[in-house]
């Protein structure tokens, strides 16, 4: 690719001719003004959504609020079992939110005063299987802990023999895994805190890289269509 960008080529979607699967492939520099167009759409359409879809930079946005809900949830557990049992989450709101504030305990961990009082209230809602996608978590892997086939493992865990959960060195043990499908539509006082943890610490985290790099992409790929539109 050249440092314009001119020699750049678009790699057209998967179709199916004649049996064949084919792509098509064009250099930005041959495309109509009607390609271009079309192009620089599919690219924000990807970013931001259309018509009900929900754009990788709006996923982005609500898997980080729901890590900031997870870690607000801990953080009010946290200080409840350290006052051994001497506060409740109430005691935590009326009491020592200013307190909490001063420290700023909330700011260090990326929790809204707002978020942290609605954990206080137990008013965060529920865990939707919306933002957490099935397939991620497959894709995220269970730990290899014993010598058991992997068919047995989702079998294990409750899922299809067939499903496609690998095994992966830096993955989930089988147990976080049943437990955090469980938790879905769950509300987050009533979700365990292993699965807290590793939404917060593991599965989000890892997710944010994988959304980040997918969104640098797109961007990059439209900034290049709609340079070559501003030249035509």
């Known amino acids: ?30 495309a109509t003004i009607c390609e271009l167009q079309e192009w620089s759409e599919l690219c924000e359409c990807i970013l931001n959504g259309k018509n009900g879809t929900t754009g990788k930079v709006k996923k982005l946005s609500s ?13 009010v ?42 954990a206080c209230a137990n008013s965060l809602g529920r865990l939707s299987p919306k933002v957490i996608p099935f397939d991620f978590i497959l894709k995220v892997g269970v730990r290899k802990e014993s010598l058991e086939p992997i068919e047995s493992v989702r079998e294990s865990i409750g899922l ?45 985290p890892l997710y944010n890289i994988i959304i980040t790099k997918q969104i640098n992409k797109w961007n990059f790929l439209k900034k290049i269509v709609d340079d070559e539109l501003l030249s035509r």
Request: glycine share 6%.
């Open 1 to 30: 690719m050249t440092k314009d960008g001119k020699d750049f080529v678009w790699i057209g979607e998967k179709k199916n001719v004649d049996g064949n699967i084919v792509q098509e492939r064009k250099k930005i520099k041959d």
């Open 160 to 204: 299809h023999r067939d499903s496609r959960l690998e095994y992966r060195n830096n993955g989930m043990s089988a147990f976080e895994i049943k437990m955090l499908l469980n938790s879905m539509n769950k509300d987050y006082k009533d979700i365990p805190t292993i699965v807290l943890n590793v939404v917060a610490n593991k599965l989000i």
């Open 63 to 75: 898997m980080n609020i729901v890590r900031e809900k997870c870690k607000a949830e801990l953080t």
């Open 77 to 118: 557990r946290r200080l409840m079992s350290e006052s051994d049992g001497m506060l409740d989450r109430n005691d935590i709101l009326k009491k020592h939110l200013s307190g909490i504030l001063e420290h700023k305990l909330l700011e260090r961990n990326g929790i809204s005063p707002k978020v942290f009082q609605n």
